[in-house]
């Protein structure tokens, strides 16, 4: 079976633009998280879904934001890219809505110049 | 509050040494879950251990072994005749209530250099 998939895994944009980063879960997986990980940092909590609803969300700005669709597989979008949001995004999922055991993907590297 | 403390940033070995990693963590919730993961080089956070606070069982798993303290706060990680392939970033997790669900509070990451 398929682990958690990322896309893209490299990704350099400018300051202000958009950013739509993909997440498809492992299969049977109801809950998705999105983490950010600054260099030499643990990662952030950003958003949790479960079952389409966000269930959780981070200390992060409204420039982020995120959905689940039917299939389970969730995109994070960021608006108006800064310097600081240079960091590696990470997608988790779990069976369930609790934090039981995460599976994490490889993760995608946005870079912001 | 709910913190995570690695206050070991960097340790290297040679290969074959046993090797402690320490995490000290700070919560109000009387029912917690602790956490280990890796983190290789290419990036993906590998799942390696979940505690909850109910049981204070110390766990091995072929040379990995945990020794979790409620009375220190503690969940240490030991590896025991270390390998290369032990190479990583290790982070110690807390699980903590936000809204009313639970989210992962992270170390800094501990990073491990076993050396041949």
């Known amino acids: 079976d398929a682990g958690v998939t990322q896309s893209p895994t490299h990704l350099i944009k400018t300051r202000g633009q958009h950013v739509t980063l993909r997440c498809s879960p492992i299969?049977?997986?109801?809950?998705v998280s999105w983490y950010q990980q600054v260099l030499g940092q643990g990662p952030q909590f950003i958003f949790q879904y479960y079952e389409k609803e966000e269930r959780g969300r981070g200390n992060f700005p409204d420039r982020f934001s995120a959905r689940q669709f039917p299939n389970y597989s969730s995109e994070l979008n960021v608006n108006a890219l800064l310097l600081g949001d240079s960091a590696l995004y990470l997608c988790?999922?779990?069976?369930?809505?609790?934090?039981?055991?995460?599976?994490f993907g490889s993760g995608t590297q946005l870079s912001v110049l | 509050a709910q913190k995570v403390t690695q206050a070991q940033t960097e340790i290297s070995v040679v290969e074959k040494e046993d090797v402690t990693l320490d995490c000290v963590y700070e919560?109000?919730?009387?029912?917690?879950?602790l956490f280990w993961y890796k983190q290789p080089p290419s990036g993906e956070l590998v799942f390696l251990i979940r505690?909850?606070?109910?049981d204070e069982q110390n766990e091995i798993s072929g040379r990995y072994s945990w020794n979790f303290q409620k009375s220190t706060s503690s969940f240490n990680f030991t590896i025991t005749a270390s390998q290369v392939v032990d190479s990583a970033v290790y982070f110690c997790a807390l699980s903590a209530w936000a809204g009313n669900n639970r989210k992962l509070i992270w170390g800094l990451g501990t990073s491990l250099a076993v050396n041949p």
């Open positions: 988790a999922s779990s069976p369930g809505q609790g934090v039981e055991k995460l599976f």
């Open positions: 299969s049977g997986h109801k809950s």
């Open positions: 505690r909850n606070s109910f």
């Open positions: 919560t109000r919730d009387t029912t917690y879950y």
